[in-house]
């Protein structure tokens, strides 16, 4: 597809980015679309409250500690894995793209079948993300790791149906590969965040080998007039840069990008316009406005989609099709260029099944010439 810059009249005015090939495959997308750091939680939520107490502390993960009372979706009573995913789980881990990605998937499975509180999916997603690790890690590294207690670790693998954290990592070894992968001890800290990130976006485009869940999102999008497109605080520029390319070929796109008492208004509105879907980009630290906001939209009768950090985020329970994409925790504020690029994918989707998109992009360029809107 032809077609960039901005939106045009009627639509966003703000400046342009990078143009389009005749695939309609966006390129040059700056950071400003979302791409540069992704999260207020800085190294963490720091270490779980309940070492002395014996119970798990939900509220030490930073996250919503409401989300585990939340509804499942679709899932048998007692589960913790009733939203659909839609995407490859080897996709959430950081292992290097040569490894062994169905470790992950079978991590991933064996922590489904549970129904795990905050903290325990703290440490669930900690295991998926670092399954190449996970196997070789003590019970006091893994709680470093995710930030929690190790007697939360110990109480975890006994919540899997183990008779405590060494026979849970008995079992891992059994499904790991044989050998430890080499670590990046000679990087420094920076390389260390960069090949993070690149190993998310090898994982994303494995995730992608099965297309459909994404086909289906375009779909869900290109049918809903208008499309109201949520995220707030550290998913505000995620939401924001879809937002801006969505608009040049969908009619009527709504970013909420502001909490508040308006923003259950701003749904309402949307919905009385004929609204049937919703896109959501969620990222830690997760805002109890975003779980509250899904959970009226679907009350509401819109289809919510989500590309959250984790199939175990808290607005999992709250939303109809899950695209995990996972962010870099390695710096002070957490990377975000999966859930982006991941942001993109899904705007090409939405191209493709919009019968118009082509037309609508060639229209724009064409009043962008006539303007002179850009410095060739």
Do not use: W
């Amino acid at each position: 597809m032809s077609g960039d810059g901005d939106n045009g009249a009627g639509t966003d005015g703000v400046a342009g980015d990078g143009p389009r090939d005749r695939a309609g495959t966006t390129r040059g997308a700056r950071a400003a679309a979302g791409a540069d750091t992704g999260s207020e939680n800085g190294a963490g939520a720091g270490r779980n409250a309940d070492a002395d107490t014996g119970r798990d502390a939900g509220g030490d993960t930073g996250r919503d500690a409401g989300a585990d009372a939340a509804r499942n979706v679709g899932a048998a009573p007692g589960t913790n894995a009733g939203v659909r995913t839609g995407m490859d789980t080897g996709m959430e881990t950081g292992m290097d793209a040569g490894t062994d990605t169905g470790t992950a998937a079978r991590l991933q499975k064996l922590f489904e079948g549970h129904r795990l509180t905050p903290t325990q999916r703290r440490i669930a997603h900690c295991m998926v993300r670092r399954a190449a690790d996970a196997p070789f890690l003590s019970s006091v590294e893994l709680a470093e790791l995710a930030g929690v207690s190790q007697p939360s670790v110990t109480r975890f693998a006994v919540a899997l149906g183990f008779d405590g954290y060494p026979a849970l990592r008995r079992h891992l070894r059994d499904v790991a590969p044989a050998d430890k992968p080499d670590d990046t001890g000679s990087y420094n800290e920076y390389q260390q965040a960069v090949q993070a990130e690149i190993d998310n976006l090898r994982h994303l485009a494995a995730a992608l080998a099965d297309p459909s869940p994404v086909i289906e999102a375009g779909r869900l999008f290109a049918a809903s007039r208008p499309l109201p497109v949520l995220g707030l605080r550290a998913a505000t520029a995620q939401a924001a840069g879809f937002s801006y390319f969505a608009r040049k070929v969908h009619p009527d796109v709504r970013l909420l990008d502001e909490g508040g008492t308006m923003l259950t208004d701003r749904i309402d509105a949307a919905v009385r316009a004929g609204a049937s879907a919703l896109l959501c980009f969620a990222l830690p630290r997760h805002p109890r406005e975003v779980v509250d906001a899904l959970e009226y939209a679907r009350t509401a009768g819109l289809t919510v989609v989500t590309v959250a950090d984790s199939a175990f985020a808290p607005v999992a329970h709250h939303t109809d099709l899950l695209l995990p994409a996972p962010v870099g925790t390695g710096l002070a504020f957490d990377t975000a260029c999966a859930p982006m690029l991941l942001g993109r994918v899904l705007l090409e989707a939405m191209c493709d099944a919009l019968p118009d998109a082509q037309a609508r992009l060639e229209q724009f360029d064409a009043r962008a010439a006539a303007r002179g809107l850009f410095v060739e």
